[in-house]
């Protein structure tokens, strides 16, 4: 066990922390490809650390066992794993698989829930519009209250938005900004970013199909009020119908929707210049992001093999 063995997550879990309360000056789609990305990298990172010290905990606790792991797994320098390192890793892995674990089994529950209730139109007055993933049942979920409160233009510009959602497969930037925070509670902020970046992306792309900026800033801003109060009469009988439906239960908490958090800096957004696209700096920029992780995970793992420096 060496220095080395701790390589990843140093490089890829301070760039997710900072990541949570820095701005990212690109355009929402590379934004929440990087912002995924690291996500994803550090997560990946200290959960495979930890198993890797685990692995290796447990082989100083049964050396015979440790004859029938393939090397790769083990330390370089077959040096005994410390209790207070050991059981930490093993602490860490275990809770991480719990909430993967939770986090995966609700997503695939609200889902299928979701899917079950886009077939028709959610008989409730609550202003609800979401992204149902799928290939044959699928689709934009929208409430009976939604379709009442909105204008025909407000309700092509719901329809794109959620559309764009479908299109670019932004449930899964979601899961991954689920997991990670799960999983490290302290990135929390920055699946807030990704959960930003994620709408804004479907907004620019809506406004841009549009053609008015103004008329979807409006559109979100509306949507937003009367989702706020609607949620103050929830204990009426249109709450009533929406918990009767399903979605009191917290069907597709982790699917996009239009009428989202964060309304105040969406709308900021839309009303003042479009972003540019970065052709050239989002790229390079999700690249960067990209291969963090497996070059210096490769690294890491030759450097231990190869020198087998300790750590204690």
């Keep these: 066990m060496n220095l080395f063995t701790f390589l990843p997550v140093a490089v890829t879990l301070p760039p997710a922390i900072l990541l949570g309360w820095a701005r990212v000056p ?5 934004t929440a490809r990087i912002l995924a990305t690291v996500a994803a990298s550090a997560t990946t990172s200290v959960v495979g650390t930890a198993l890797f010290v685990a692995v290796n905990y447990g082989a100083t ?8 792991l393939p090397e790769w797994m083990l330390f370089g320098d077959d040096s005994p794993v410390p209790s207070m390192f050991g059981v930490l890793a093993v602490a860490v892995f275990v809770f991480a698989c719990v909430v993967v674990g939770r986090v995966v089994r609700r997503s ?9 209730l886009s077939r028709g139109v959610l008989e409730c007055d609550e202003p609800v519009a ?18 009442r409160r909105l204008s025909g233009p407000e309700l092509a510009i719901v329809f794109r938005h959620e559309e764009t959602h479908l299109r670019h497969a932004h449930h899964r930037y979601l899961l991954v900004g689920a997991l990670s925070r799960a999983v490290l509670p302290f990135l929390r902020p920055l699946d807030r970013r990704l959960r930003l970046a994620v709408e804004r992306w479907a907004d620019e792309e809506t406004a841009d199909a549009v053609g008015d900026r103004v008329l979807v800033a409006r559109t979100i801003a509306k949507v937003a009020l009367a989702s706020t109060t609607s949620a103050a009469g929830a204990a ?3 709450g009533a119908a929406a918990r009767d439906a399903g979605w009191g239960r917290g069907v597709g908490r982790d699917l996009p929707g239009f009428a989202e958090s964060q309304t105040v800096e969406r ?6 210049a479009p972003p540019a696209r970065n052709p050239v700096t989002g790229p390079m920029a999700l690249l960067g ?6 070059p210096f995970a490769a690294a890491a793992f030759q450097l231990d093999q190869a020198f087998g420096l300790p750590f204690i």
């Design 26 to 30: 690109l355009h929402p789609v590379w």
């Design 61 to 68: 606790l049964a050396p015979d066992a440790a004859d029938r």
């Design 108 to 116: 695939v529950s609200g889902t299928r829930e979701a899917r079950r």
């Design 130 to 147: 979401m992204a149902v993933p799928g290939w044959r049942d699928g689709g934009v979920l929208v409430s009976r209250g939604l379709l």
């Design 236 to 238: 009426g009988t249109a």
């Design 267 to 272: 709308v900021r957004a839309l009303l003042a």
């Design 289 to 294: 992001s990209s291969l963090t992780t497996g």
